[in-house]
């Protein structure tokens, strides 16, 4: 290529590194790059304003199931937390609190969606295209977010639908539910939360559910304001309760990893949760979940069964098969005709859209690469994708824990793969082997096999359409600390730049 074409095509901007996304991943990305002394970085959001998840989903009753305390960042303890599990108002303003805290503003490029990315094996730079232009960028780090691309299943009959549709996560807050017959679709987290939220204010509820979930009592409460001024003046006391809410959950997972048969004693916890609220018989067997526990994600609500015990709410034990005019259809074949379809129905997990938008070294999109089922060395990197690293990748989900704790160890490990390519110099890169992702894989599938996840006798959104679970993390947040601590280099083939032509020169 001649240098004057070369020059040219970097007319566009040039960062050392493009994170994608500005949900939890993405802002602690930025907060550890610059920690790491790192300034020349961007953040590209599709959206509008920062937060991720907890900008898109504000449907009624949208709160989170882990303390807040322990869902938020080390580094940036909030002593004003309002409730022991906050609303997503509480959730969205801290992430917004830590753009500002951490002076990430002048990073963040809002409304740039990533349209493609290709890797320049010439150049060992990605090329990024956003929907406002090129920029090209040494290093990739793509926190795209596991649930954030809603999922609707293809329903027959629903583009006739003649009244509203929307999904849980773009509710439509200038839409008024007041005295409508709504069919909510799915039982999933979302879906509990909802359900009590809307239930005094329609006319009529059909809940479509095609698995029961396992509800758990939510111990929720109001923050006192001695706890909080104790928290503000003796921040020590704030990190106390994160180790304790931590602590505990640690000592949960050898349940969910190793012995799903100890779990039968929680199943008791929500059966009388159920039992407390629902009297009648029938309904109370349709609520009441065959499988172990913990295998689909275990949902908190004190209020989704007293909700459903209401008399304007109909449970039908079926998923939803057509739609004919406004009549939905189950699959049982109970119909019922509705104002309003609302999908609580979940998100793209285990077939990330991002990953038609990645082209890596030998010019495959990352969907082509996975098309097997995901794979990444330690949750971060793939083979053939140099220097394009995911936060919240393959088999890092947790099932009775924070998501933050993963997010943070994903950062120390960016934080080292980044020294790494300091020492090597400007003109390397790093590919992982295929061999270190292949044994990585094997040693989590193996481990896997004992889980509840895949013998607890249920299928979930854990699973990819091969059964195989490439979503959660065998085992303990510590275990995955400590394997994401540093970059084991022997895992990686140095990659440099082709020498150039002289006539090129
Ligand atoms: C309703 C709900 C409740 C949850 N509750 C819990 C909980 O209780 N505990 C827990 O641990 N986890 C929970 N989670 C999981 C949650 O997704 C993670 O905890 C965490 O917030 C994920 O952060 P993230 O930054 O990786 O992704 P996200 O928060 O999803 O952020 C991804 C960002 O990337 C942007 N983006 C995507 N594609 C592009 C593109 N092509 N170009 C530019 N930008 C793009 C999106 O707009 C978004 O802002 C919940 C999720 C949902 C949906």
Known sequence: MAEQEREQEHECEHVRVAVIGSGFGGLGAAVRLRREGITDFVVLERAESVGGTWRDNSYPGCACDVPSHLYSFSFAPNPEWPRTFSGQPHIRAYLESVADTFGLRPHIRLKHEVLMMRWDADELRWEIETSQGTLTADVVVSATGPLSDPKVPEIPGLEGFEGKVFHSAQWDHDYDLTGKRVAMIGTGASAIQIVPAIQPQVAKMTLFQRTAPWVMPRMDRKISGAERWLHEKVPATGAARRGFLWGIRELQVGAFTKHPDRLGLIERIGRSNIARSIKDPALRARLTPTY????????????????????????????????????????????????????????????????????????????????????????????????????????????????????????????????????????????????????????????????????????????????????????????????????????YEVVRAPVREKEDA
Not at 403 to 417: K, P
């Open 292 to 491: 172990r526990i913990g295998c689909k994600r275990i949902l908190l609500s004190s209020t989704y069964y007293p909700a459903i015990a209401k008399p304007n709410v109909d449970v039908v034990a079926s998923g939803l098969k057509e739609i004919r005019g406004n009549v939905v259809v189950a699959a049982d074949g109970t119909e019922a005709e509705v104002d309003v379809i609302i999908f609580g129905t979940g998100f793209h997990v285990t077939d990330m859209p991002i990953a038609d938008r990645v082209v890596g070294a030998d010019g495959i999109t990352l969907a082509e690469a996975w098309k097997d089922g995901m794979e990444s060395l330690r949750g971060a990197t793939a083979a053939g994708f140099p220097n394009w690293m995911t936060i919240i990748g393959p088999n890092t989900g947790l099932g009775n824990s924070s998501m933050i704790l993963m997010i943070e160890s994903q950062l120390n490990y960016l934080a080292d793969y980044m020294r790494q390519l300091n020492v090597l110099g400007g003109s390397a890169a790093l590919n992982v082997r295929a061999s270190a992702v292949g044994a990585w894989n094997r040693r989590v599938q193996e481990r896997m096999k004992r889980t509840v996840w895949n013998t607890g006798g249920c299928t979930s959104w854990y699973l990819d359409a091969n059964g195989r679970n490439t979503t959660i993390w065998p085992g303990t947040t510590g275990e995955f600390r400590a394997a994401t601590r540093e970059v084991n280099l022997g895992e």
